[in-house]
Each structure stands twice: as C-alpha cells, then as structure tokens.
C-alpha cells in the first residue's frame, strides 16, 4: 500500500497517518478526520458528488481497474481514457447519477459489478449504480428482506457476477443527496462455487481490502 496515504497498514494493523484520528472501541478502530486546512483523506474509491454525477479516486480489485459508462454509453477506465491527441490532459471518468433509481427508503448503492471466469477468476469489474446489490436487475426485489440479508453472503448473480458496495447515497424529503462511504482501499475477491467445481454457475463471492 502506498506509504504516502494518510491512513495504512502496518503489521495487518490499521494506524492514522496524518490528520487522521484513530479511537480504539474493543477490538474496532474509529477514524475520523478533523476537516482541518490542509488535512485530507483521499483513498481509493473516494467519491466526489457534483449535481447528478459522480467522479471517483481510482481503484482496483485484484489489481484491475473497473470501467464507467457515461452519460453518452461510452465506456471508460475509471481514472480516464487514454488522449486521443498528444498533449491532451486525461479528463477523468464521469459517472451519471440515476435520481430515480433509489428504493423507497432513499438509498442507492454505487456497487463495483465483478464478472468472474470458466474458472471463476475475474475477468473484468464496471462501477455501477444500483438500488438492490443482489438481485440481477439491480432492482429491489417484492420481499425486501431478500435483498438486507443477502448482503451478508454477496452471493454470484446470474452470468458469473456478483456486486461489491463502495458507496452508499441517501437521499432526502428534497432530492438531497449525502454519500457514505463504504469502501477505502483497493479490494481483493475471490470465488468460492458451489461444491468446489469450477462448472458450478453459483458460487459464494468474497472481498477483502488489500
């Protein structure tokens, strides 16, 4: 991990860098920044909100950069596509914000959308915008406590998919929206399929910070 960051690793524990302050609550760690000039936590997957759309600190999972869709349908890594010209600056990826597509609670997920292999390795992850991590559409489900206790599992969806939630949106009475946020490192997944045979097209899907 970068040593530059404000907050790292060290000996598989968690330390504030600086700016950064850590309270030890049992065996958790709270870190929370004092907002102070010149203090700033920027971390991968770190999102930034401006009207209906999104850009975000880049990311990775096993090492590969996820896509963004814009407004447009063009589909682009996550940091920006590569300057057509020479001398063009790399314009960032921009992420449209769906307003409608929250759920009845005010809440939309930005999920990193994973696409694993014949043998369960990841091909390829997209940032996607969704109001229900684990169903196939994206939608909540008619029982809504299918989609709460699945987050648990972040079991596969159908085509050899599954969703990893980075951000939380929530919005409020008046449209406004405050974005939490999930995620702060880059990720790790590995699949587990069904009975250990890599033709399961179901598998139990895990992610961990790196």
Same mark, same amino acid.
């Given at each position: 991990?970068?040593?530059d960051?404000?907050?790292?690793a060290?000996?598989d ?10 309270r030890?609550?049992g ?5 929370s920044?004092?907002g ?10 770190q ?5 209906a759309? @999104?850009?975000?600190e ?7 950069e996820?896509t963004i ?5 063009v589909? @682009?890594?996550m940091?920006?596509?590569?300057p057509k ?5 790399k ?5 449209p914000?769906?307003l ?8 939309s997920w ?6 694993y292999g014949?043998?369960?390795?990841l091909?390829?992850c997209?940032l996607?915008?969704?109001? @229900?991590?684990t169903?196939?559409?994206g939608?909540p ?12 599992r ?6 050899r998919?599954s ?12 449209g406004?929206?405050?974005v939490?946020?999930?995620a702060?490192f880059n990720?790790?997944?590995? @699949?587990?399929?069904v ?7 179901k598998?139990?899907i895990?992610?961990?910070?790196t």
């Open positions: 991990m970068n040593r960051s404000n907050l790292f060290r000996k524990t968690l330390s504030a860098g600086v700016g950064i302050r850590c030890v609550v065996n958790r760690r709270i870190f920044s004092s102070s000039r010149g203090q700033f936590f920027s971390h991968p997957w999102c930034s909100l401006s009207g759309s @999104a850009t975000f880049t990311g990775t999972v096993n090492a590969i996820p869709k814009n407004k447009d349908g589909i @682009a890594p940091s920006g596509a590569e010209k020479k001398g063009e600056l314009e960032q990826a921009v992420m914000i769906d409608q597509n929250f759920d009845t609670r005010g809440r930005i999920c990193v959308e994973t696409t014949k043998k369960w390795e091909l390829s997209a996607v915008q969704v109001s @229900a991590i169903t196939k559409d939608k489900p008619e029982d809504p406590k299918e989609n709460s206790l699945a987050l648990a972040y079991p596969s969806l159908p085509g998919k969703r990893y939630p980075i951000n939380l949106m929530r919005k409020d009475e008046v406004g929206i405050t939490f946020e999930i702060y990720l790790q997944t590995i @699949a587990a399929p009975g250990g045979l890599a033709t399961s097209e598998a139990r895990f992610f961990f910070p």
